[in-house]
C-alpha cells in the first residue's frame, strides 16, 4: 500500500512526539501550496485547450475505437473520468437543445459533441475555482449526508454531545444545516437562516435571519421563510483535545443533510453541495445495507474523493452482525475500492443514539469513540488526505482525460494534414495538366481557330479550284441522243455540271466539319485527363455547322452561283448562230447542188454538151454538200460540250463557286469553333479558378492542422508534465 494510503493507526502512533504536529502542519502548507499552484496550471491548460481548436474547427471526442501512433491515451469514452461523454445511441426528442455553430462551423455531430466537451470543460474550470477556494481555506468542512431516516442528525448530535439538530423517526431535516462552533460567532449560540441566492457574511446582518436556538426544529420541519441553508452556532463542551467541532486546531463544521431520497430537488443540491465540502461522512442503515441512490452518490463523490468515512448507525438493532458486517463490507470494496482498503479505519458499525442516553450500553460508547479519534485523525492529523487529497485526485483525472484529449486531437489534425497533402499530391498531375492544357490551348485559342479554319480554306480552295480547272470531264457519262437530242443533252450537261458542283462543296462542307470536330474532341479529351468533371462541348453544333440555317445559306449562295435557266434560255441567239454556222454550209451545198441539177435537166432538155458538164458538175457540188453536211452533223456533240461547258464555267466562276465558298466555308468553320470552344473555354476557366483556390484553401488547412497538431503537442506536453507533478506529491 502506498503512502498515500497509509493507515491512520500509523499516524495515531505518533502523536506523542510534540513536534509531530508541528510538522505535519508544515508538511501541509506545503503540499497546500504547491496543489493551488498547480490548479493554476491546469485552469491555464484548459483555457488553452478551449482556444486551440484551428483546424479542424472544433475539440474532437474518441468515439469508441479509436486510432493510436504510441501515445497513451484513452482509446474508449469508459475510461475517461472528469471529461467523460455518456454518448449513446438515443433519438433526440423535440425538446432536445439544438447545436448552435462552434468557431463558424454549422452543427452536425461532431460539432455537436464539441459543445457537450466544452460545456464538461467549463464545468472542470468551474470545479478547479472551487477547489481552489476550498483549499485556501483552511477551514474544514464535513457533509454528514446518507438515505433518508439513515440517522444523519442522530449522528451529527451524538458528535456533540447534545441535542442540537431535530431528530425523530420520521425524517426531519429538509435543508442543510452547518454547525459550527460558537466561537466564530464570538460564542454566541443562534441560528443564522439564509435565503437562495444570497451571498453570506457573518459581519454583515442584511445578509441573514437571527434565530433563537430553540426555534431550531420549527424551523427545520416547517421551514416557513424558505431557507436554503441555516448556519447553527453551538458549544461543545467537552476538552479540545475530545471534540471535534472545538478542536483548537481547525475551524471544523459538520454539515446535515437532507436524505438522498427526500425528494429530486433535494438530492440534486446535494450532490452539487458535495464538491464543496473537504469530507464526506455517510450514514447507511444497518438494516437497509446500500440503496440504489446511495451507491450513485457515492460513485459521483468517489471520483474525487477517494476514501469515504462510512458510518453503519443502527447497529445494535442488527442479530447477526457478523452478517452484517460481511455484506456491507462487500459492498463497499465495489464502490469505494480505497475506503474498503482502509476499513478499520474508515468504516465503523455503531449506535448514535446511545451517545445521547443517560445511561449508555458501554460497547456501543466504546465504538462511537472509536470512530471519533479515527474521524479526528482523518480530519487533523492526516488532513492531507481528508482536505487535501480530494483537490489531487480531481487534478490527477482531469489532467490526465486532458492529455488523452490532446492526444487524441493531436492524431486527429495530424491524419487531416497528411490526407490533406496526400491529396494534394494525388491532384498534382491533373492540376499541372489543366495548366498546360490553359497555356498550350486556352491561352492560344484564337491560334488554334485560326489553324483549324486555314486547313478547312486550303482544302475548300484546292478543292473547288480543282474541279473549275477540271470541269470539262462533267459531261462523259452523259448520254447522246444524236441530233434531235441535242437539247436534251445540252439540259443533262448542265445538269451534271450542277450536280458535281454541289458534291465537291459537300466533300469540302465535310472536310471543315471534321476539322472543327477533331479540333473540339481533342481539346475536350485533354480536359477529361485532368477533370473528373470536364467542362463538355456541344458537338451537335459543331457537326451541324453546314446543316440547318447554315447549309440554308450555302443553298441560297449555290442558287445565286447556279442560275436555273430553261434550255431554250441557256442556248441564247449567240449560240444557236454557231450552231448554225456549222451545219448551214453543208446544207446549203446540198440545196444548191439539188437547185443546180434542176437548172442542167432543163439546159440538157435543150440540147448540147454544155448540159452534161452542168450536171457533172452540180452533182459533185450536192456530193460536197452532203459530206460536210454529214461531218457537221456528227461533231454536233463536241460543240455542245465546248458551248455549254464553257458558258458553265464562265458562270461559275463569274459568281463565285471558289471564291465564295472558301471564304463560306472557312468563315463557318472559325464561327461554330469560337461558339463551342468559347463556352468551354469559360467552364475551363472556372474550373481551374476553383481547383486554384481549392489547392490554396488546402494548403492553408494542411498548414493549420499543423499548427493545431503542434499546439495540441505541447498542450499535451504540458498536461503530463503538470500530471506528474501532482503524483509527486506524496499525501
Known sequence: MSSSVASLGEVRTTRQNGSTGEAQQIQFAEKRTKLLKLIEHSKSVLDDLRRTPDYPKYLRYPHPVSNSNGHSFHSRQGEFSVLRLDLLPVQKSASSPAPVAVNGVEPNEDSYISQLLMSKVHDAQTHLDRLFG????????????????????????????????PDDQQPCTALFCEVIDAEQNDGVEEVHGIKEDVVYDRLDPTT????????????????????????????????????????????????????????????????????EIDVIVFVVNAENHFTLSGRQFLQTAG?????IFIVVNRFDQIRKKDRCKRDILQQIQEISPLTYEDAGHL?????AKHTLQDNPDPVSIADFTNLEQNLRSFIL???????????????????????????FNHDTAEAQSRAIAEKLIEDAPSFERMLR?????LDNIDRIIDETGDRAQTFSQKGLQDFADNIDACGV???????????QYARDLRNSIYRMAAIRLRKCEEYARQCALTCVKSIEELAASCMEKPPKIDLEVVSSVFEDGSQEAGRAAAATMFIPLELNDFFAFTDKVAVAKEYVPGLAMIVGGLMGYQAVLRTFTRGGIGLLRGKVGFAGLATAGIGLFLYTLSDMKSVIDRQVIGKMKSHLLKAGLV?????????????????AIWEFQSQFQRILKESEANRREQTELRTRAEITKDAYKALAARSNTLSRMVEEIDL
Open 437 to 441: 492544357i490553359k497555356e498550350q490551348f
Open 659 to 675: 471564291e465564295g465558298n472558301v471564304e463560306r466555308i472557312s468563315r463557318g468553320t472559325r464561327r461554330v469553333l469560337r461558339l
Open 303 to 307: 471520483k474525487e474523493k477517494a476514501y
Open 347 to 351: 468504516v465503523h458499525f455503531v449506535a
Open 208 to 275: 441573514f435571519t437571527r434565530l433563537d436556538l430553540s426555534t431550531l426544529r420549527d424551523v427545520v420541519e416547517e421551514n416557513v421563510e424558505g431557507y436554503e441553508l441555516l448556519k447553527v452556532y453551538c458549544r461543545d463542551k467537552r476538552p479540545k483535545k475530545d471534540s471535534l467541532l472545538h478542536n483548537g486546531i481547525v475551524d471544523i463544521s459538520l454539515i446535515d443533510s437532507p436524505g438522498l431520497n427526500i425528494d429530486s430537488m433535494k438530492t440534486t443540491a446535494l450532490f452539487a453541495q458535495q464538491e
Open 477 to 487: 457519262d452523259i448520254e447522246w441522243r444524236g441530233i434531235l437530242g441535242i437539247w
Open 134 to 165: 476550498r483549499l485556501s481555506d483552511i477551514r474544514s468542512r464535513v457533509l454528514v449526508t446518507g438515505d433518508l431516516n439513515a440517522g444523519k442528525s442522530t449522528f451529527v448530535n451524538a458528535m456533540l454531545r447534545r441535542e442540537i439538530v
Open 381 to 407: 492529523e492526516k488532513r492531507s488526505r481528508s482536505k487535501l487529497a480530494p483537490a489531487k485526485i480531481y487534478l490527477k483525472n482531469l489532467l490526465s482525460d486532458v492529455t488523452s484529449l490532446c492526444y
